[in-house]
């Protein structure tokens, strides 16, 4: 494999303040963060699989958003490892769900006409094949009767099959699953077809965006990075970003603007304060977005109070709706965290994404958009990915005295990805005993 694979991005704020000592305290004291990770798993067993969208400010590093139901798994396709340690990874973690699983169906989203996406359906499959199962996908298409080819984009094809069900278990032409993956993030509510299975779903169809907040994660990844901080003697505000919501919002008839303003006052007030404590010298800026969903949409960055009294009609169409034409009626409202790590010769601002099977990193991806800001949404139409740059994996770090180092770093970016995991672990374990 070619050296040109493994680039780092250049971190354009240097490593000298918060930043260092939070990277010097995790490199420091990783032996204390494995075994505490290793207790959380044993109480609370990871999701099925998920990945973390991070952002690295030089004084801050946290995750910005969780995916319960990822796409994007060609991108690990650019680096050959991490296709390696996914299928190790799936093998653990699928088998400990439920011991014996061999067959699995695979249910996607209903993108046909996405062919990107469906690479990410092909690579899947390509992932738990390896792994030893015996992956098919199964489509919730209302208007699909019969098996069909999809082309994807690097050229092949894979077949869709129509779900059938009888009685409590779903089939595809007579191939009964022991487990069911879903990769659809059911935005539009859990079709009937999937209720009351005698079947395993994971991730539970439950902890589609259908039913769950973004706000709740981030509360419980609240609490989880105060418990973390506690061991390793640090400010929590240095891994988690503050927030807010709103729960009662139409941006078409601007009701709700009440929450939205004093949340953003709040939110903007609170942040102030942070960056004169460590003498940060940039603005600080929220994030407005969808309560629910993924797909970078109805999302608006706000550094004034004065912009969302504002707001004109474009923006409040491009507000009021997300995946699917779902109408936005909750909001978050998030610390925003800049991303001062560039790539390439034009600098084009760059943030991490890190992808878990379980409770294991498995690699990782760049988010890149050459026009977009340090304080801007990166996941939006001119994006694209390189390979995260650590070779095997990243829970083996090297010298403390040097947090800079890419093997360090993405350590530091597979702990905080975890943390995000383990957050949403809880989520599931309360889900569960809700029921």
């Not at 044993?42 to 973390?52: C, E, L, Q």
């Not at 946290?62 to 690990?76: C, E, K, Q, R, Y």
């Not at 499959?125 to 992956?135: E, S």
């Not at 099959?161 to 993030?185: A, C, H, V």
């Amino acid at each position: 494999m070619h050296n040109t694979i493994f680039k780092t991005p250049h971190l354009t704020t240097a490593l000298t303040g918060p930043l260092q000592l939070l990277e010097k305290q995790i490199l420091n004291q990783q032996n204390e963060i494995e075994e505490w990770l290793q207790a959380q798993w044993k109480k609370t067993p990871a999701p099925i699989y998920g990945s973390v969208d991070l952002r690295n400010a030089g004084f801050k590093l946290a995750p910005v958003d969780m995916n319960l139901f990822p796409g994007g798994f060609n991108n690990l396709q650019l680096n050959p490892i991490f296709m390696s340690l996914s299928s190790a990874a799936a093998d653990i973690a699928i088998q400990k769900i439920a011991d014996g699983v061999k067959n699995i169906l695979l249910i996607p989203e209903n993108h046909t006409r996405n062919i990107f996406y469906w690479e990410n359906v092909s690579t899947l499959l390509t992932i738990l094949k390896n792994a030893g199962f015996d992956a098919r996908v199964g489509s919730l298409l209302p208007d699909l009767t019969q098996p069909t080819e999809i082309s994807v984009a690097s050229g092949g094809t894979i077949t869709i099959t129509p779900l059938q069900r009888k009685e409590n278990l779903i089939s595809i032409e007579g191939f009964i699953p022991d487990l069911i993956l879903l990769n659809n993030d059911l935005s539009d509510g859990i079709p009937d077809i999937l209720q009351g299975l005698d079947q395993i779903i994971t991730p539970p169809a439950e902890l589609g965006w259908s039913q769950r907040l973004k706000s709740e994660h981030f509360q419980y990844y609240a609490d989880i990075s105060k418990e973390f901080s506690d061991i390793i003697k640090i400010d929590p505000w240095l891994i988690s970003p503050l927030f807010l919501h709103c729960g009662e919002v139409d941006f078409m008839k601007s009701s709700g603007q009440a929450c939205l303003i004093s949340n953003v006052e709040e939110l903007l007030s609170a942040i102030t304060k942070k960056y004169a404590e460590y003498n940060i010298p940039h603005a600080p800026y929220v994030v407005v977005k969808a309560d629910a969903g993924t797909y970078g949409m109805a999302i608006m960055m706000v550094k004034s109070v004065d912009e969302v009294r504002a707001l004109n009609r474009k923006q409040r169409t491009h507000m009021s709706k997300s995946k699917g034409g779902q109408p936005v009626n909750k909001v978050i409202i998030q610390e925003g965290v800049y991303t001062f790590e560039t790539w390439g010769e034009d600098n084009a601002v760059t943030e991490p994404v890190v992808y878990m099977w379980g409770e294991r990193v498995v690699g990782g991806f760049y988010r890149i958009h050459k026009d977009r800001g340090v304080d801007e949404n990166l996941n939006s139409p001119g994006m694209h990915f390189e390979p995260l740059a650590f070779a095997k994996h990243c829970s083996q770090p090297v010298s403390p005295t040097a947090p800079d180092e890419c093997q360090n770093r993405f350590y530091a970016y597979g702990v905080i990805a975890r943390l995000s995991m383990l957050a949403a672990a809880r989520e599931i374990s309360d889900q569960k005993a809700s029921v």
